[in-house]
């Protein structure tokens, strides 16, 4: 009895005097992911300009998506098994400067063969983004708190998407379509400055109390081991939750890469809206998506509280919530209005983000910490097959049947995932979390 008075006095301690040193951290991380999705997405809000300045048909565009998507698709698990092998400062920082680098090249451009092998180096270094997430949420936070540290770190993968239409629109109107990639890489590599100066490991940082150490530690996870690329892929894939996470992943992806290249060119074409009005909305859907991201780790705590679901079921249910959110899109093949399509649109982005920051949080809290960059690097490997095999197939069918029934898939895309999430993954017997 003394020993558990003694064991709660010392938890009382620790959560007076932790400090908050881990949610700076990941703010720092926020900042670079949407720093990445500026430069990403700043391709999709000049696509029609481009289109008539380089003399690019709709398949030539999609052509270009997909060689970033490709790239992407490939490296994630090279960067995330880098970022394991080297550490995440040091190996999101190498990344970072090449990305940054590359947009800047885009302002050279001369056909859309060149931008589209520029985009897939852009890709293969943005590649990082994703096992980094996955590397920051299980270096600074405990387990209690990855579904909600999940959730904010969500954000800066649609914050940047909802800042790109006015800053890429605002660098274009002074500086025209090669100024604005000039720019957004300017910016990029003002954060790779922030990085290399304040970003530390949570056993190195200066300004880390001993407190909060031990709360950040409380899990008493092993070390992790370093084992050789190919060895890590044999691991990962011989364990059933990797594919509970990767095929919803898979079926989730293609409507995040609809909102990222292609909505603008939707509503240019099929709405009728110039590139101010494309800027006044199309950062909306963005906008839902962080609050869904927000809202995802909030949400486990809900079905935690009501339903006594366990802390993965909590996740898989936040997840599935998600996954019914999603079904808004179908109504998109029906609507006229371009306002009731944004609308619609960004109920999907809500949805998504769910989905996508829960498959984070099932990702720290299924792997060690040796294995989570390289694990959420496969995951996005799967994520990012499905999203350049559907851009190559609205590249090809766009302009003969419409946009309409790709946005009738994407709505059932993801109750499809969410099936094999409860199946491989969904734990069977209730307990405490």
Known sequence: MSLMLENASVTDEIKT??????????GLFLFGVTVNYITRNSLG??????????????????????????????????CGWLIDVIGLKVGFLICATIWAFVTM???????????????????ATEAAATPANAKTLGEWFPKKERPVAAGWAGVGFSVGAMLAPPIIVMAHSWLGWQGAFIFSGII????????????YDPDKHPRLSKEELAFIKQDNEPIPVKVPFFTA????????????????????????????FWVPLYLAHDKGMDLKQIAMFAWLPFLAADLGSIASGYLTKVYAKLFGC?????????????????ISLTLVAVTESPYVTIFLISIGGFGHQIISCMLSALVVESFDKGQMATVNGMRGSFAWIASFIFSLIIGAT????????????????????AMFLIYFIAERKNQTA
């Not at 090249?105 to 890709?123: C, D, N, P, V």
Request: charged share 10%.
């Open 17 to 26: 005097k932790k400090g908050n040193v881990r949610w700076w951290m990941l």
């Open 233 to 260: 892929l044999k691991n990962i894939s011989k364990n059933k939750k990797f594919y509970g996470i990767a095929i919803p992943a898979f079926m989730a992806e293609p409507a995040w890469a609809v909102l990222s």
């Open 398 to 417: 766009a302009d003969t049947i419409g946009y309409s029934p790709l946005f009738v898939a994407m709505g059932f895309f993801d109750l499809i995932g």
């Open 310 to 326: 366990t802390r993965v079921n909590s996740v898989i249910a936040s997840s599935v919530s998600g996954a019914f959110l999603m």
């Open 188 to 199: 990029s590599f003002a954060w790779i400055a922030l990085w290399w100066l304040f970003y």
């Open 45 to 78: 809000i000049l696509a029609p300009e481009l289109k008539t300045t380089l003399g690019m048909s709709t398949e030539q565009y999609s052509w270009i998506v997909g060689s970033f998507q490709l790239a992407y698709t490939i490296f994630q698990p090279l």
């Open 105 to 123: 090249l885009h302002a050279g451009a001369g056909s859309w063969l060149h931008l589209a092998i520029l985009r897939f180096l852009m890709g």
